[in-house]
């Protein structure tokens, strides 16, 4: 073979970019990064676009704080995460246990470059380049058949290893594009972005489902049914109603009912 070959060969071998990437990716503690959303479901349409900050701490603390739509969010506050979607689903949220893979939680990064060698079949794709700078796109097959999604894509920058774009293909036949740009790396992010506050809304019911239902007919997750009104809250003052969902995800959901001011 000529030195030419064996080059493009090497170049080819997506093994040590992926070995970069986690390498690269055990030196994260904390990252900040702005996103954008691509969700292509044929069955819902054109696709849905959804822009906002992103903000890991690791390992259990992650957020997704929306702009657009303003105020839509997905949290792990270390412990529990929450999805809150008023955007479609005024007053509606869902609480459960911090997933190890998938779209919402804090494994997003992760899941794709700790180990991927034994996770996934991997496939050098090409060369590109994002407004972050070049980058390789390797292709993963995972070696498992119990995740929810069936094939990734990821983009992965030249210059400090790190993923700067995920394309996922859901078991469902959806996919997610996930865009990073303007990636902070180990800086210090205030304790509030991991924290769910709930917010004054009022008179929304919500219907119980699966969180696995939730996430498969969600955008940036969020129902595409529409909502329906709640009972009157009965006496003084606005009571937040916990409500249990009969499923294995130990995920519960929560009501903001309407506030009634007493005579």
């Known amino acids: 073979m000529t030195p030419l070959l064996l080059l493009l060969l ?26 954008t ?41 270390g412990r529990r995460l929450w999805l809150y979607t008023p955007s479609t ?13 998938g779209t919402t939680g804090p494994n997003l990064i992760g899941q794709f470059v700790e180990h991927p060698r034994e996770r996934y079949s991997a496939r050098y794709v090409r060369a590109d380049s994002l407004p972050d700078g070049p980058v390789d796109v390797v292709a993963l097959t995972p070696r498992v ?7 990734a894509t990821v983009w992965i920058a030249k210059q400090d290893g ?14 997610r594009t996930i865009t990073l740009q303007h990636l902070a790396v180990n800086g210090t992010i205030p304790t509030r972005e991991f924290r769910f506050s709930r917010l004054p809304e009022y008179g929304w019911s919500i219907s119980s489902q699966r969180l696995g239902d939730f996430l498969r007919r969600s955008h940036h997750p969020s129902p595409v049914s529409a909502p329906t009104r709640a009972p ?29 001011r007493g005579r």
């Open 10 to 35: 090497a170049v080819q071998d997506p093994g040590p970019i992926l070995d970069r990437a986690s390498a690269s990716f055990d030196t994260v503690r904390t990252l900040q990064a702005d996103f």
């Open 37 to 77: 959303q691509i969700v292509d479901n044929p069955m819902l349409g054109d696709p849905d676009t959804t822009r906002g900050r992103l903000y890991q701490r690791r390992p259990n603390y992650f957020a997704m704080r929306f702009s657009d739509p303003k105020n839509d969010r997905i949290v792990a506050d």
């Open 89 to 101: 689903t005024p007053g509606q949220v869902i609480r459960t246990t911090i997933p190890g893979t």
């Open 145 to 151: 058949k119990d995740l929810p999604y069936e094939a």
């Open 162 to 175: 790190l993923v700067r774009r995920i394309e996922i293909v859901e078991n469902t036949g959806q996919h």
């Open 232 to 260: 009157r809250a009965r006496g003084r003052g606005t009571a937040w109603h916990h409500r249990p969902l009969a499923t294995p995800d130990d995920a519960r959901s929560w009501r903001y009912p309407r506030e009634r």
